[in-house]
């Protein structure tokens, strides 16, 4: 009923810049946070960048001043530009979004397939 395609990413030398895009589309009332998460080889899945509806967004550490989340409530999706970026940003992205898709319902966690983003040095 719901589903978030993500779009983007690939193989960018460090230094370089790629712009990701989430699109959630389906049966969808109301849309809380959207983020983006990375798992790279053999480590656990991590929290990039996270925006609340209001537009209030957190970064993990690593990726702060580099990395900019934003989304657009109209279009149902959100961006992720990476500036600077360097071989340990390598990983599989995942989009997530809280989403109500019913009035009486609660929110619900979703996720995007991944896009693989690779930064070689």
């Known amino acids: 009923q719901v589903q978030l395609v993500e779009s983007g990413g690939g193989l960018v030398q460090a230094g370089g810049s790629l712009r990701l895009s989430c699109a959630a589309s389906?049966?969808?009332?109301?849309?809380?946070?959207m983020g983006w998460y990375r798992q790279a080889p053999g480590k656990q899945r991590e929290l990039v960048a996270r925006i609340t509806s209001g537009g209030s967004a957190i970064y993990v550490d690593s990726v702060k001043g580099r990395f900019t989340i934003s989304r657009d409530n109209a279009k149902n999706t959100v961006y992720l530009v990476m500036n600077n970026l360097k071989p340990e940003d390598t990983a599989v992205y995942y989009c997530n979004a809280e989403i109500m898709t019913a009035n009486w319902g609660a929110f619900q966690s979703y996720w995007g397939q991944g896009t693989q983003v690779t930064v070689s040095s």
């Open positions: 389906g049966r969808i009332f109301r849309i809380n946070a």
